[in-house]
């Protein structure tokens, strides 16, 4: 069956440090999101991607960067990680022509300390 | 950018009543999903619909798009359907997504 695979799941990480989130997705999709959900936002885009090696800024990339090195594999980098990046992030895929194939996977959920 | 408004903002049903759901927003959009939150945190796309009307098990979807409104019914509801269903207008495969409307069905 046809998945997006987030990892880790969860995360604690150290103010300052460096974070890689991983995105597989086994769909044969062009696209690929990365976004954070906090309480009283709701979901937000960070970054995404319709080809491989080639990324796009979304509405809030700042302090975020991304990495698309295969159609199959996206991830989400945060270089020095600061407390307000403590959120879920959720990666997703879809396909042109096909909206409802919309496909997320299942977050991570990173705390920054 | 695209602003989106969903209400209302939390919703309660007994089981088998039905549920109506809005969505504003503020450019034109040349794409609609609905998607759906589980109190889990899943989320799954409902249904695309960027004009006209759809539907989908028991669900509809009427999308106005010259005056930048979608409706979600959800008919017969479910304790199953409890969760946060989440708007999402936008073009370019490039959604924005509303802080969504929250569903509790009690049995």
């Known amino acids: 069956e046809a998945a997006v695979t987030q990892s880790p799941r969860s995360k604690v990480a150290v103010t300052g440090g460096k974070v890689t989130l991983s995105c597989h997705q086994t769909?044969?999709?062009?696209?690929m999101y990365w976004y954070r959900q906090d309480t009283g936002h709701g979901l937000r885009l960070i970054h995404y991607s319709y080809v491989a090696d080639s990324t796009e800024k979304g509405d809030i990339p700042d302090g975020y960067k991304a990495s698309r090195p295969s159609q199959e594999n996206f991830s989400l980098i945060l270089e020095l990680a600061s407390l307000s990046q403590t959120a879920v992030y959720f990666c997703a895929s879809s396909v042109r022509g096909r909206d409802s194939d919309y496909t997320f996977g299942s977050g991570t959920r990173l705390l920054v300390i | 950018g695209q602003q989106v408004q969903q209400s209302p903002a939390s919703l309660v049903l007994q089981e088998g009543e039905n549920a109506e759901l809005q969505c504003n927003f503020s450019s034109t959009a040349t794409q609609l999903q609905w998607f759906y939150q589980s109190p889990g945190g899943s989320l799954v796309s409902l249904l695309s619909?960027?004009?006209g009307t759809k539907h989908t098990g028991r669900l509809t979807s009427t999308t106005v798009t010259k005056e930048r409104r979608s409706s979600l019914h959800i008919s017969s509801s479910q304790t199953t359907d409890s969760g946060t269903y989440l708007c999402a207008p936008g073009g370019n495969y490039k959604p924005t997504f509303g802080k969504g409307t929250s569903l509790v069905v009690h049995p």
């Open positions: 619909n960027p004009s």
């Open positions: 769909n044969n999709h062009d696209y």
